[in-house]
C-alpha cells in the first residue's frame, strides 16, 4: 500500500452524524481520489484531486464533501445525506491525472448504524 | 462514454495450470488500460498497464496482458499459476481522448486458484 495512509482502519457511527476518513500520501503526488468499493459493484470514485484547493466530483458525489488544502493530505467527510454510508473506502493517489497509475491506501471500513 | 467489462464473476484455476482473467471496454478513442489485484481487505496493488507500443505488457508477479485493438479486450494471463495468486482483480480503462480525467474500473473477477 507503499507511501499512502488511511485512518482508521474501522470506523463504527450512528445514524445522523458526520464522520470524516483520514488520507495522507507521501509520494509528492499531484492527483488525489476517493473511491467507494460495494461488494459486486467494483470501485466508484466519489471525488478526485488534481492539484491543491482543487476537487472535482466523481459519479456518487451526493452526500459527501471534501477539501485539499495541502499536497499531501485529502480528507473525505461522509455527511448524514448520504443515504447508505457503510462501505469500504478507499483513497488513492498517482503522480498526476491520466496515464500514470494509482497507488492506493489500506481502506477504511465505515459502518453506520 | 467509456466503459469497462469483466464477464466473469469467478475464475478457477488448478495450481501450475494457465490462466486468463477477461476484460473488455468501450471508449470512444484510444484506450489507456490497468490491471490492478485486491487481497481481502487491502487497498488495490498496480500490476501493468498499456498505453501504447507493444500489445503485450508485462507487469508484477509474472503477470501479462494482451491489448487487441479489433476486440477491444485487454486480458490478463500467467503461464503457470500460484495458489498465491488467489485474489480479486480489476481492469480499468480512461480514454485518451476524453477530458474527463477519470479512470473507470471493472466490476471484479475473484481469481481461486487450487493447490
Given at each position: 500500500?507503499?507511501?499512502i495512509t488511511q485512518s482508521p482502519k474501522y470506523l463504527f457511527r450512528k445514524e445522523g452524524q458526520n464522520v470524516?476518513?483520514?488520507?495522507?500520501?507521501?509520494?509528492?503526488?499531484?492527483?488525489?481520489?476517493?473511491?467507494?468499493?460495494?461488494p459486486g459493484q467494483g470501485l466508484r470514485l466519489i471525488y478526485y484531486s488534481q492539484?491543491?484547493?482543487?476537487?472535482?466530483?466523481?459519479?456518487?458525489?451526493?452526500?459527501?464533501?471534501?477539501?485539499?488544502?495541502?499536497?499531501?493530505?485529502?480528507?473525505?467527510t461522509v455527511t448524514s445525506a448520504q443515504k447508505n454510508p457503510t462501505a469500504f473506502y478507499l483513497c488513492a493517489s498517482s503522480m498526476r491525472v491520466g496515464t500514470y497509475e494509482q497507488y492506493f491506501g489500506p481502506g477504511t471500513r465505515l459502518t453506520v448504524t | 462514454a467509456q466503459s469497462v467489462a469483466?464477464?466473469?464473476?469467478?475464475?478457477?484455476?488448478?495450481?501450475?495450470?494457465?490462466?486468463?482473467?477477461?476484460?473488455?471496454?468501450?471508449?470512444?478513442?484510444?484506450?489507456?488500460?490497468?490491471?490492478?489485484?485486491q487481497y481481502p481487505n487491502r487497498g488495490l496493488q498496480?500490476?501493468?498497464?498499456?498505453?501504447?507500443?507493444?500489445?503485450?505488457?508485462?507487469?508484477?508477479?509474472?503477470?501479462?496482458?494482451?491489448?487487441?485493438?479489433?476486440?477491444?479486450?485487454?486480458?490478463?494471463?500467467k503461464p503457470s499459476a500460484?495458489?498465491?495468486?488467489?485474489?480479486?482483480?480489476?481492469?480499468?480503462v480512461r480514454d485518451i481522448n476524453s477530458s474527463a480525467s477519470k479512470i473507470i474500473f471493472g466490476s471484479g473477477t475473484r481469481l481461486s486458484i487450487r493447490p
Open positions: 500500500d507503499g507511501g470524516t476518513l483520514s488520507c495522507e500520501q507521501n509520494l509528492n503526488h499531484d492527483a488525489m481520489y476517493w473511491y467507494r468499493q460495494d492539484i491543491v484547493n482543487d476537487f472535482q466530483k466523481g459519479d456518487i458525489a451526493e452526500g459527501y464533501s471534501v477539501s485539499r488544502e495541502k499536497k499531501e493530505s485529502f480528507p473525505l | 469483466q464477464p466473469e464473476d469467478q475464475v478457477n484455476v488448478a495450481e501450475g495450470n494457465p490462466l486468463t482473467v477477461k476484460c473488455t471496454y468501450s471508449v470512444s478513442g484510444n484506450p489507456y488500460l490497468f490491471w490492478y489485484v498496480f500490476l501493468l498497464k498499456y498505453i501504447t507500443g507493444d500489445n503485450l505488457v508485462k507487469g508484477s508477479y509474472g503477470f501479462e496482458a494482451e491489448f487487441n485493438k479489433s476486440q477491444t479486450s485487454f486480458h490478463l494471463k500460484l495458489v498465491s495468486d488467489s485474489a480479486l482483480y480489476f481492469c480499468a
